[in-house]
């Protein structure tokens, strides 16, 4: 499906591309696009495991 | 014989005015004993140094002044010492313009005409104000609240200096009423407070008013942290500082949630502090080495350069987090708006052997001391603890990782047709929203769906997709949810979308299951 866009892209004026996709392609766009950041989505969440140690972690002045 | 006369008399008050001296701490007195650190302290040549930047050149003198947070602290400590703290303190105003004392008697004469008078004058003392400092009686431990103006708008590199963390300061100075923008800050006194405290004090200071709540004195913290767990020496004064647990428990106490982050890869950790300072939410840090005790500090605010192009893996959007350089932080250690600035630190995994990953990337921080160099060891990003009203749910990270679809989808659709889309994921008032509405270029039917008939919490959780630096669409979450794809109100059309795109943030919306707003 991608494939396919891309090449009606490179054929269009700005204007047209932005109409060239049908809603069925917009949704798998949405789709594909999901599945593309399943990592990095996953990474965001990394920092909301919170452990016994980190909330014991002592917060004092030095130098 | 009579007795020692005590107790009768009221303390004297007299306002004084100087020429601001090169060297602050020579208004300061020195404390009696051997010095335990350094003298004059790291914290003074700090306020020296960070003055002359303002261009300070007289300070005002008040000899008597109540400083509320002080007065708790005699009430919780120092009102049982031996040595008979006094319970008030003196102030200290900056001003960038030169006066004398003979100049100041003339301004208090002109506005004693009244009416013009009174506001000329204010204006011409409010035109060069910038900032106070509470001078407590505390030998060693001097400096009290202090309310300084931020530096200018950009860094000797051309990055953005965003202060998005500071608020407005009523003063009132011999029947003057003057203002400051800033936030506030303290040093520890090691008996009530520890840097922990502060710098969560430096936090509320910003959110309290927003959520009117009363604002808390370090006294009442670090009674609130010591309420249901004590320190490792088993006593919660003289305060050896608090663990994060603590800190949270503080922070319920002051009618917020606390939340708590914990270091992740350098995009993330920089995508958390640019989502909770643009949204107006100063965070406590906790910093330090790889190993070993950790330091408290607060967020002010963000150096901010150009964003990065996406790399690994590569992505269609470019992500905001990435243009994130440094940070302006409250270092009790040494004073106000301290510059750190950010790198990405390569550090060993405990115990992994190949195949699997030896070392990560982690937050490096490189605080910069008054002197210009930096701190002798690099220090790390450990937690992320942001005081946010107990409404407030939906956190950053959950906003990002349904954003990042978001992104990509619109990056793939204009790939090639506009500038590369960019990612952004903050908190919006919902009021604030509402008003900026009127600029989005929505039509008529968009804007009364927007303003009159679509429901929106306190605070909204907004996925920000833009292009070239105009805004195309947001998207909108209800923040009193916790699972951002349960949390969908509205996909809103911003100006920067143009007319022949509006059928792809339609379908966008359609596939998000949620209201398309054009």
């Known amino acids: ?63 | 014989m009579t007795l020692a006369r005590r107790g009768h008399e009221y303390p004297e008050q007299h306002v004084r005015v100087y020429p601001c001296p090169a060297d602050i701490s020579k208004l300061y007195h020195k404390p009696s004993g051997p010095i335990e650190d350094v003298w004059p302290s790291t914290q003074l040549t700090y306020l020296g140094t960070y003055l002359q930047q303002l261009g300070c050149k007289t300070v005002i003198i008040e000899e008597h002044y109540i400083d509320r947070d002080y007065i708790y602290d005699v009430t919780l400590y120092y009102a049982r010492s031996l040595r008979a703290y006094p319970n008030y303190c003196q102030r200290i105003h900056f001003f960038s313009e030169a006066f004398d004392d003979a100049a100041w008697r003339r301004i208090l004469t002109e506005a004693a005409a009244g009416g013009e008078g009174l506001r000329a004058a204010t204006a011409t003392l409010q035109h060069g104000y910038l900032g106070f400092t509470v001078v407590r009686p505390l030998a060693g431990f001097p400096i009290g609240r202090t309310v300084l103006k931020t530096v200018g708008a950009t860094t000797k590199e051309t990055w953005r200096r965003e202060f998005t963390c500071v608020r407005d300061y009523t003063v009132h100075l011999a029947g003057y009423e003057l203002h400051v923008s800033g936030l506030a800050f303290q040093q520890q006194d090691r008996g009530v407070s520890a840097c922990a405290t502060t710098a969560l004090w430096s936090a509320l200071h910003h959110v309290s008013p927003i959520e009117r709540l009363p604002a808390v004195t370090p006294a009442e913290i670090t009674e609130a942290a010591s309420r249901y767990s004590l320190n490792a020496n088993g006593r919660s004064l003289p305060s050896e500082g608090l663990n994060i647990q603590q800190v949270c428990e503080a922070i319920r106490a002051a009618g917020l949630a606390p939340l708590v982050i914990q270091r992740s890869d350098p995009v993330e950790d920089k995508a958390q502090l640019l989502g909770y300072s643009r949204s107006g939410f100063a965070s406590v840090l906790a910093v330090g080495p790889v190993s070993g005790a950790t330091h408290a500090v607060c967020t002010v605010g963000l150096k901010v350069g150009s964003v990065q192009p996406a790399t690994n893996p590569p992505m269609h959007f470019l992500d905001a987090a990435t243009a994130v350089r440094g940070l302006y932080i409250h270092d009790d250690r040494l004073g106000p708006y301290a510059s750190v600035e950010l790198f990405d630190k390569t550090v060993a995994i405990e115990g992994a052997k190949p195949p699997q990953p030896t070392f990560r990337l982690r937050t490096g921080m490189k605080i910069r001391w008054p002197d210009g160099t930096y701190e002798a060891d690099e220090w790390m990003l450990h937690a992320v603890i942001v005081p946010v009203p107990v409404k407030l749910r939906l956190t950053i990270a959950r906003i990002r990782s349904l954003g990042y679809g978001i992104a990509e989808a619109t990056g793939l659709a204009f790939a090639g047709v506009m500038p590369p889309v960019q990612l952004d994921c903050r908190y919006r008032l919902a009021t604030d929203y509402r008003a900026s509405a009127f600029g989005f270029r929505l039509s008529d039917a968009g804007l009364y769906q927007l303003t009159c008939e679509t429901v929106l919490s306190r605070y909204v959780g907004a996925v920000e997709i833009s292009s070239g630096g105009a805004a195309l669409f947001d998207v909108l979450l209800d923040t009193t949810e916790n699972v951002a794809h349960r949390a969908l109100l509205a996909c809103v059309r911003r100006e920067g979308l143009p007319d022949t795109a509006i059928p792809v943030m339609r379908t966008f919306a359609k596939g998000l299951e949620t209201v398309a707003i054009v």
Do not use: P, W
Not at chain 1, 7 to 19: C, N, P
Not at chain 1, 37 to 61: H, P, Q, Y
């Open chain 1, 1 to 63: 499906m991608t494939g396919g866009s891309k090449d009606a892209r490179a054929a269009k004026t700005k204007e047209d591309v932005l109409t060239v996709l049908d809603e069925g392609q917009l949704l798998a766009l949405l789709e594909q696009a999901r599945q593309n950041v399943k990592e990095i989505a996953k990474r965001a969440l990394e920092g909301e495991v919170i452990t016994g140690d980190l909330l014991n972690m002592r917060l004092r002045s030095f130098r």
